[in-house]
């Protein structure tokens, strides 16, 4: 299993990003993609999933409404679209896997394969 993140980068307050996890290694179908995030002396943090046969979604309350999780199955690549960003979205963001073809939730200990983690830094 092979995650790779991208897309991260440093963005003013009120800005967007979009970040990308390329999956290999695996059926693409019978797992659920996660993200997280981890800010400098927290705890790491569910932000969003997504079952990938249903396309079944969930999402952190902090997050609701702002990002939006998205998939694409030919390119085995799941995208989180962040919009009106905030001071407080600064933090390494992960993807990461679970076996689960139908649901999905963004408990960090339930998913099993992590890729390396991408940079956001929003500046005020």
């Known amino acids: 299993v092979q995650l790779v993140e991208s897309g991260g980068g440093l963005v003013q307050v009120g800005g967007s990003l979009r970040l990308s996890c390329a999956a290999s290694g695996f059926t693409f179908d019978d797992y659920a993609i996660g993200w997280f995030r981890q800010a400098p002396g927290k705890e790491r943090e569910g932000v969003s999933c997504i ?6 979604t ?10 939006t999780i998205s998939k694409d199955n030919a390119k085995n690549t799941v995208y989180l679209q962040m919009n009106s960003l905030k001071p407080e979205d600064t933090a390494v963001y992960y993807c990461a896997v679970r076996r689960s073809s139908l649901f999905c939730n963004v408990r960090p200990d339930m998913y099993e394969y992590w890729g390396q983690g991408t940079q956001v830094t929003v500046s005020s």
């Open 58 to 67: 969930n999402y952190a309350d902090s997050v609701k409404g702002r990002f």
């Open 51 to 56: 079952a990938i046969r249903v396309g079944r």
